[in-house]
């Protein structure tokens, strides 16, 4: 993609995202995004036949991500 061009992933006011953009967005493969999505790390809603992410599930699961790895307070 050359520097003109616009990246539909990288669109903040979208609300729904595929699998495949919010994967993008993760920077993670379409296999494991398919993989979070089905044991319920990522939330997902069907869309008809579809399967799509909401945008701002992305976050969040960025935020639980974050806060299971921080170091444990010393006491």
């Known amino acids: ?26 920077r993670i493969g379409r296999t494991l995004c398919f993989r979070l999505i089905g044991t319920g790390e990522l939330e997902s809603v069907p869309v008809g036949r579809l399967r799509r992410v909401p945008a701002a599930a992305i976050p969040e699961y960025v935020n639980r991500l974050r806060a299971a790895n921080k170091p444990a307070a010393a006491a």
């Open 1 to 26: 993609m050359n520097a003109l061009e616009l990246d539909v992933s990288d669109d903040p006011t979208l609300a729904l995202l595929t699998v495949e953009e919010a994967a993008r967005r993760l």
